[in-house]
């Protein structure tokens, strides 16, 4: 669950080299190194607390602790499962890249609340421009 926090980090991540924005591999080991003393404590815990299903509450209250101190609007208690949670950023909710590469409204939206959150810097993606989703 750690990587969760690495995949949060990648994708609201903008490059400050231009070096960054063309080798994405470079960012994403520079993003993983960064955070490697975080991730391995989080997942530390989660194995310490071994808990089972639905009543996960320690390891629920970690992450979503952790994520909402990394700026995501945390909801806990969902669909009634007190161990539950959905966690957004902005207005957008986590998804996936073929979602974006497939909905450009999706990737314009994210684009702006990024820029907005970090005080106009313009978001710079990882992904090549025209990049088409391997779909079957």
Excluded: H, N
Aim: proline residues 7%; contains cysteine.
């Amino acid at each position: 669950m750690g990587w969760l926090v690495v995949v949060s980090a990648l994708a609201c991540a903008a490059p400050s080299t231009a070096q960054t924005q063309t080798d994405p591999k470079r960012l994403a080991v520079q993003e993983v190194e960064r955070l490697s003393g975080e991730i391995g404590a989080t997942a530390g815990c989660l194995w310490t607390f071994s808990e089972t299903a639905l009543r996960e509450t320690r390891s629920a209250a970690l992450l979503a602790d952790l994520l909402q101190r990394e700026g995501f609007q945390v909801e806990r208690g969902v669909a009634g499962m007190p161990t539950a949670f959905v966690a957004t950023w902005g207005s957008v909710l986590a998804m996936t890249g073929v979602d974006l590469l497939t909905q450009p409204k999706l990737l314009a939206q994210a684009r702006a609340d990024f820029e907005k959150r970090m005080g106009g810097t313009p978001y710079r993606s990882p992904i090549p421009t025209g990049q088409k989703p391997p779909l079957p």
